[in-house]
Structures are given as structure tokens and as C-alpha cells.
């Protein structure tokens, strides 16, 4: 802990005891798993929506600041409460403490003086960790506009036309993956297509597997859970359904005969659903019950189950297991 409360010597230090069975506590258990996950990639987009001198680090510190103080004004209580996730919980232990130390370095440093009694005071900066409620809520405006703006991009509608054109593809016998295949080729086109525009007719399949950031072949298979992405392209291209073009770094995919489903006939035509989860065989599979997939009970993102799975990884799991605990122990 930052002091020594939990012998309550000192009366004014009793307030910031923690309480492991409170609100507050599974809901700052939750807020910082999820800001764990959060995409950096966001706050540069905000860095330049803002038109700010900040840096997308310093913008994503005053956002998680900001979310906090949701749960609790105190920032001394907050960092007291956020130590004991973070150190005193087994499923945190390794994470790194960026968040952490990021927004509340200041309460921890101060703490660390204070427990070492040393006499030399270290020159530290504090104004960093201060911003005007006014900075925090356009923060908070402008991340949620760029998040729709990224939301929208991956958003592709699946049409009935479209679906039964990709699930009834005639394959070979123990190739019936070539559909789901050219299904996710279709989404990661019409994704390209709405990020950089309608002239880019093709999409980029980076070569080798360390590629960070990049879709290569390896990532398909892993979407699959088969090594059958490479195969499957050469028998699509074969077949007259894809067209590639070796270049360097990635070979250019581009799609031969889709059905054309223009944006103005999208209100007559009927939309099965989006694909919209970064692996779209997911929100495919959702649809048409091929394979079972549920949406995670503590962060809402859709997986594949395994046996009777609630949540989507370890740690979700171990947060969803902790939530019922307290729940039962109410």
C-alpha cells in the first residue's frame, strides 16, 4: 500500500484503506484491464484532431486520469486502490505498471520518499500529472469520434447476395475452407477500400510471419486454425475467383467476378450482418452457427468457445471469476 493503513495509526490515512469487496474497487479492476487493452494507434489520430501540442502518450495519461475520476474523485485513493491491483493481484503481477506509474507517479514517488526517509529531494516534475477538466472532456469527445471513425471502417455488411455467393462456392472435396477464404479476402478488400479509397482494387498479403501490424498468410491461418491459407489462395486463383501479383514485401490480391452490391442498394438489399471483429470469421460464424462463438462476459469482444468458455482470455477469466466471488459474498 502507499502508507501504513491497514494498522490505522494514522486517523487521517484511514480513508484511503482498501476495500477489496467495494464498487469501486471491481469497477477500477475492469476500467484498467480494459484501458490495458487500449489501441495507441487512437490517441495519435487525436493528437492531430485536437491540432495539440500534447503527445499521444501525455493525451492517453490525462484520458485514463479522466476515466478514474469516474469512479473516484480522490487520486491518492485511486492510486492506493490501483497499487493493490496491480501488485497485490496474481493475474497483474507481470504486467508492466505504465498506467500506473504514468498517472499517478507523482502520490508513488512521494510515498517512496516518505518509506526511504531520505533527506536529498529528487527535482520531479508534478504539473505533468494536472489538466484542466475542460482538456479532459475534449480528450474524451474527440477519442470517442476517432473510435467510430475506426469502428465504421472495419464495419463491412454482409449481404445476402454476398453470403450465398461465398458459402456456395463449389470446392474441392476437404478444401471447403477456400470459401471462408475468399470471404475474409472480400472483408479485408472493402476494408482497404474504405480506409484509403475505391481505387485501391486489391489488398496486401505481407510475406513471413514476423510482420507486425501486417496481414500475411500466417495471420489467416491462425483466424482459420489451419495451415491452409497458401494452398487455398493458389486453388482460388486457379478456379478464375483471385488474381495475384508477387511484389517484394507482399503479394497484391486482387477479386475476380463478386457480386456487385452497390451503397445506394444497400437499403433494398438484405443485410445477413457486419463483419466488423478484426478476425471476421467470427462475426460469419456468429451468423451461420458453423462454429460457436459468444461474446466475452466481461469485455464484450467476440471468441470462439472451447468447451463452456465465457470470456475470450486468461486474464478476462480471472476477472470473471473474482466478480463472482464478490458477487456471492454479498
Known amino acids: 500500500m502507499l502508507s501504513n493503513i491497514e494498522k490505522g495509526t494514522n486517523e487521517k490515512d484511514k480513508k484511503y484503506k482498501v476495500d477489496r469487496t467495494s464498487e469501486e474497487y471491481k469497477k477500477l479492476e475492469l476500467l484498467l484491464a480494459e484501458l490495458k487493452r487500449e489501441k495507441m494507434y487512437l490517441y495519435k489520430r487525436v493528437q492531430e484532431d485536437l491540432g495539440k501540442k500534447e503527445s499521444d ?7 485514463c486520469i479522466s476515466k478514474f475520476k469516474e469512479i473516484m474523485e480522490d487520486r491518492k485513493k485511486i492510486a492506493n486502490y490501483l497499487v493493490d491491483i496491480e501488485y497485490y493481484n ?31 529531494e529528487v527535482p520531479f516534475k508534478k504539473d505533468m500529472y494536472k489538466s484542466s477538466s475542460k482538456r479532459e472532456q475534449e480528450i474524451k469527445e474527440s477519442r470517442e469520434k476517432i473510435k467510430k471513425e475506426q469502428e465504421e471502417i472495419v464495419k463491412i455488411p454482409i449481404t445476402e447476395t454476398l453470403y450465398n455467393y461465398f458459402m456456395g462456392l463449389i470446392t474441392r472435396k476437404r478444401c471447403e475452407k477456400d470459401r471462408y477464404i475468399l470471404y475474409i479476402l472480400y472483408v479485408l478488400l472493402e476494408r482497404f477500400k474504405k480506409k484509403y479509397g475505391d481505387k485501391k ?4 498479403l505481407y510475406k513471413g510471419t514476423k510482420q507486425k501490424g501486417k496481414i500475411t498468410a500466417a495471420t489467416l491461418d491462425n483466424w482459420l486454425e489451419s495451415k491452409c491459407t497458401q494452398k487455398g489462395l493458389e486453388r482460388l486463383e486457379k478456379n478464375g475467383y483471385i488474381k495475384q501479383e508477387e511484389c517484394q514485401r507482399y503479394k497484391k490480391i486482387s477479386l475476380c467476378e463478386l457480386p456487385i452490391v452497390e451503397e445506394k442498394d444497400l437499403p433494398q438489399e438484405k443485410i445477413l450482418f457486419y463483419a466488423e ?12 452457427g458453423d ?4 461474446l466475452c462476459e466481461i469485455c464484450g469482444s467476440k471468441f470462439l468457445v472451447v468447451g463452456n468458455a465465457k470470456t475470450c482470455t486468461d486474464k478476462c477469466s480471472t476477472l470473471l471469476k473474482k466478480r463472482n466471488k464478490n458477487k456471492g459474498s454479498i
Open 201 to 204: 482494387s486489391y489488398i496486401r
Open 90 to 120: 496474481e493475474e497483474n503481477k507481470q504486467d508492466r505498471k505504465d498506467i500506473l506509474w504514468n498517472c499517478f507517479g507523482d502520490i508513488l514517488y512521494d510515498n517512496l520518499c516518505k518509506n526511504i526517509e531520505n533527506d536529498k
Open 291 to 294: 462454429r460457436k462463438v459468444r
Open 277 to 288: 471483429s478484426n478476425n471476421p470469421l467470427l462475426d460469419l460464424w456468429k451468423h451461420n
Open 57 to 63: 502518450k501525455v493525451l492517453f495519461r490525462i484520458y
